[in-house]
């Protein structure tokens, strides 16, 4: 049986051990940057959407088929929703 193996995790356990004597709020580090990172990530996804929104806010903003389209299609999802429905019903006069 070769003894590498066994002496590079005891290695590296020993190296752990010594780390968190040194310094036991070690542990609790590795945890803030995890969540650190969770909300990093969730940061830059909520970013990407807001700027996905608002780039469509802007194209639908510019003169041009395209500009005119986005526009119809905002309309019509007003119209569909039902708080507004009652705004958008036709009347005979």
Not at 59 to 84: E, T
Request: hydrophobic residues 45%.
């Amino acid at each position: 049986m070769d003894p590498t193996s066994i002496l590079i995790g005891l290695d590296i356990g020993l190296v752990c051990i010594l780390v968190y004597v040194l310094d036991p709020n070690l542990i609790r580090y590795v945890d803030l940057f995890i969540q650190g990172a969770v909300v990093w990530l969730q940061l830059r996804i909520t970013q990407g959407l807001f700027r996905v929104r608002l780039w469509y806010d802007k194209q639908s903003l510019r003169p041009g088929p395209v500009g005119r389209f986005l526009r119809d299609q905002q309309l019509k999802a007003i119209q569909r929703n039902p708080a507004y429905r009652e705004f958008f019903r036709k009347t005979n006069d």
